[in-house]
């Protein structure tokens, strides 16, 4: 296959995947090595952005995506209004974020984090599989640990965790 | 003060006493480092005061971290005596002996609260890109009979029956769906769909196993032939969703389950017991 058939290739996989592509998975299926892969991925990208088209290719979950541009929202919620669902809960971000930070954690380490008992979030959570049980800390009761998902990467449109900015904790005592 | 509770005044919610006990200092405009002990205390209460004269439920933790205040302030303001010294401190939610322990913990929620916020952030700007879905409609699923269906479809029918079903369950009386006799009931279902079926020899639609015509009797009638089916003794067949169920029998395969023909059913109930 030549290049720009390849290209089209890609465009036409993203275009039809519903979840974030992996740069092998996209190898694997034009038979070509995974850094060909993403420099093509790239340049699509590029053009995508160059050309101002509506469609843009994003990095999520440690993969690739198709999504619309966010300046155009306006016009799709219109069109798609039934589907736009509802924001997480001001309790369901703070326990993310502590899990997100933390991971793995306990649902106690969460609770005495945030003053509030958590369990019901944490369900909430893990119906949404944002988040997900990733085994048992060693010691007394032997509590479950939550880590998060790659829906979680995705949902926040994240590459991964390094993504997130450093948590800010001022230390006048020790930490 | 009773009189206030005629006012309407709007409170704030707040996540927890660490998220009030935030506000709180930020209203006040200090640092964490710098709060007094007994001037956030006085808030806090206070706080909690016009929640209980608005009738409002106030949750326990609220109350834990008062007490865990008051005990801070007292500590404060009476001379320690050395000997008794963090003798009598019981673990409790908050754990917190000091005030410094406190503005560390505060400042611990506050880094949180800060990341919670930029999740926010990341979130508002995910919901305005928009992401195919194709509702499975390439992913096809292939059953034995060759029938096509496509996830969404099957996604979609079974989210419908299940909404039916709580409908219908909606309106009748609560039966409760699992009891002492369930395998009894079902044993018997089946030993009945069994006795049908070899009787006429051909496949039967499955609401003729149904007599009563009751939600609890179609539940029944429908869990006895799955596990009939899961035993190789009966074949499902649907053309499509919602199309009637036509049951027929599998013909036997001796080695297979001759021994435990027809009295399995009896069998299990008995065990049950």
């Known amino acids: 296959m030549e290049k720009e058939q390849q290209k089209r290739a890609i465009e036409a996989l993203l275009f039809l995947s519903e979840e974030p592509v992996k740069t092998d998975k996209v190898a694997a299926a034009l038979s070509t090595t995974s850094v060909e892969a993403e420099k093509m991925i790239e340049e699509l990208q590029e053009e995508l952005s ?15 995506q198709m999504g619309t541009r ?3 929202s306006s016009f799709l919620e219109k069109a798609f209004s039934e589907e736009v669902s509802s924001n997480l809960s001001t309790a369901a971000l703070e326990v993310l974020a502590i899990v997100a930070y933390k991971q793995p954690v306990t649902r106690i380490e969460i609770e005495s984090i945030r003053g509030v008992r958590s369990q019901h979030v944490l369900d909430n959570l893990l119906k949404r599989k944002l988040i997900k049980i990733s085994g048992r800390k060693e010691g007394p009761g032997r509590p479950l640990l939550y880590v998060t998902t790659a829906d979680f990467l995705k949902y926040f449109g994240l590459k991964d965790l390094g993504e997130l900015p450093e948590l800010e904790v001022e230390n006048e005592g020790a930490e | 003060m009773v009189e206030q509770a005629e006012y309407k005044i709007k409170l704030p919610t707040f996540e927890g006493p660490f998220d009030l006990l935030f506000h709180l200092i930020k209203k006040a405009e200090v640092d964490i480092w710098q709060v007094s002990i007994a001037d956030i205390t006085e808030q806090y209460l206070a706080y909690l005061q016009s929640m209980k004269e608005l009738n409002l439920e106030i949750a326990s933790e609220f109350l834990v971290m008062a007490a865990t205040l008051l005990r801070l302030k007292s500590k404060l303001l009476l001379p320690r005596s050395p000997k008794f010294q963090e003798q009598d401190e019981e673990e409790e939610l908050f754990e917190i002996n000091t005030a410094e322990e406190l503005f560390q913990r505060l400042e611990e929620y506050r880094a949180f609260k800060k990341a919670a916020l930029h999740l926010r952030q990341k979130e508002e700007e995910q919901k305005k890109v928009f992401l195919r879905s194709t509702g499975g409609q390439k992913i096809m699923v292939f059953t034995q009979q060759e029938s096509v269906y496509t996830i969404w479809e099957g996604a979609h029918h079974l989210s ?4 039916r079903f709580a409908k219908i369950a909606a309106q009748r009386e609560y039966v409760p769906a699992f009891s002492a006799v369930e395998d009894f009931v079902i044993a018997r279902k089946a030993d009945y769909i069994y006795a049908v079926l070899r009787q006429k020899r051909r496949s039967v639609p499955m609401k003729d196993f149904v007599i009563e015509s009751s939600l609890w009797e179609v539940i029944i009638t429908f869990i006895a032939l799955l596990e009939m089916s899961r035993q190789r003794k009966v074949n499902l067949l649907q053309d499509r969703p919602f199309e009637p169920i036509l049951v027929s029998l599998i013909e036997k395969q001796p080695e297979l ?5 027809g009295e399995s059913g009896e069998r299990t109930a008995k065990e049950s017991y």
């Open chain 1, 50 to 64: 160059a050309q101002g088209r509506g469609l843009q290719i994003f990095e999520a979950a440690g993969g690739y």
């Open chain 1, 70 to 72: 966010p300046d155009l």
């Open chain 2, 160 to 163: 419908e029956i299940m909404q």
């Open chain 2, 257 to 261: 389950f001759q021994p435990e023909e």
